[in-house]
């Protein structure tokens, strides 16, 4: 009789583990398409349970902590977590052990500035514009290599970034700055006349997209500064329009007329800033400019974003006349 009592206290044991083990290891999927479930730092682990439950993720409460407490000695870590397949209570667990958290995607292309990127970080909905602005307006993460820099542009190195709802703003250009550091370094950039170098740079990135070409657009504007001519670069008077706030999306006579400092019509040398954030060519072509006799440039009429060169003014007004008979046909 005592026999027959131990087998079938063993057996219902071993049916109950059976039972707990189903539980907890069969997937289970109660929502939709995706579930993100964001755990902050300090959460128990019955607040895990309670969130993943209201979420969908887990059938019941208790299928996680006892999931929990088959693997006790494992480091559940805080961060937002996306689920878009039915998963076991033990893989959810082990998924947040791992630290699998989700990550968003910030896509930073080459010569937007500084109001163009916190556009595009405020569209994460957990960043301010505003907030990130702020932070890029504060020049002190790469004072040590440029310190005539009055805020981030130039160093808001353009990249696929990926963030977190936990990440800040000061986070995201601390990102950027530190990539625009590895950038720098590859392209053979060093410590000295950082601040005008990268200045240069973002003439050449606003000027051409075509890669072949930034070496000789950079030779002009470098012909021209050792000449003492004026950059008369189109892009430096939208930004001094930008600056102002009044940019209504072309150039007008005000514009050029503009005695801002960033307006290179009516200032001679460089503008006192980046425009923009150039990338890696446009660095390397700015350290290292085409040896040409150029002073010129413009536009080819044939939509192909590529521009003609000249070394006299009588050949550049010839290329000018050009580009707008071929705009007026």
């Known amino acids: 009789m005592l026999k027959r009592l131990f087998f079938t206290l063993i057996l219902l044991a071993a049916l109950g583990a059976g039972a707990v083990w189903y539980a907890v290891g069969r997937p289970w999927k109660g929502f939709d398409k995706e579930a993100f479930v964001d755990i902050p730092p300090g959460t128990s682990t019955a607040g895990i349970a309670l ?14 902590l006892a999931a929990r407490a088959l693997k006790s000695k494992a480091t559940l870590q805080a961060g937002e977590y996306r689920f878009d397949r039915a998963m076991s209570p033990v893989e959810v667990l082990d998924k947040m052990a791992r630290g699998d958290v989700f990550y968003y995607e910030i896509r ?17 909905g ?9 932070a890029a307006q504060n020049p002190a993460l790469i004072h040590d290599l440029a310190p005539a820099a009055t805020s981030l542009e130039g160093y ?5 970034y990926h963030v977190t709802r936990r990440t800040t703003a000061a986070l995201v250009c601390k990102q950027m700055v530190d990539q625009f550091r590895k950038a720098w370094k590859h392209a053979g950039g060093g ?3 950082v601040h005008e170098t990268v200045t240069l740079a973002s003439l050449v990135e606003k000027e051409t997209a075509v890669p072949e070409e930034r070496p000789r657009v950079a030779s002009v504007y470098a012909n021209r500064l050792r000449l003492g001519m004026k950059m008369d670069c189109d892009p430096t008077v939208i930004y001094a329009a930008l600056l102002e706030n009044r940019y209504r999306g072309t150039i007008y006579r005000s514009d050029l007329d ?3 400092p960033y307006n290179t019509y009516r200032n001679p040398g460089l503008p006192p800033g ?3 954030n150039p990338g890696a060519a446009s660095l390397k072509a700015a350290l290292q400019p085409a040896e040409t006799k150029y002073l010129f440039f413009v536009a080819k009429p044939d939509g192909t974003g590529g521009h003609v060169f000249s070394e006299g003014i009588g050949a550049h007004n010839a290329a000018v006349q050009a580009y707008r008979n071929g705009h007026a046909q």
């Open 191 to 193: 410590t000295s006349r």
């Open 274 to 276: 980046p425009i923009a």
């Open 108 to 124: 930073i292309p080459e010569g937007a500035h500084i109001w163009e990127i916190a556009a595009e970080v405020g569209r994460l």
């Open 156 to 160: 808001l190195f353009p990249s696929t």
């Open 51 to 64: 969130q993943l439950k209201k979420s969908g993720v887990i059938q019941a409460e208790w299928q996680f």
């Open 126 to 134: 957990f960043i301010k514009e505003a907030d990130f602005l702020k």
């Open 258 to 260: 503009n005695p801002h």
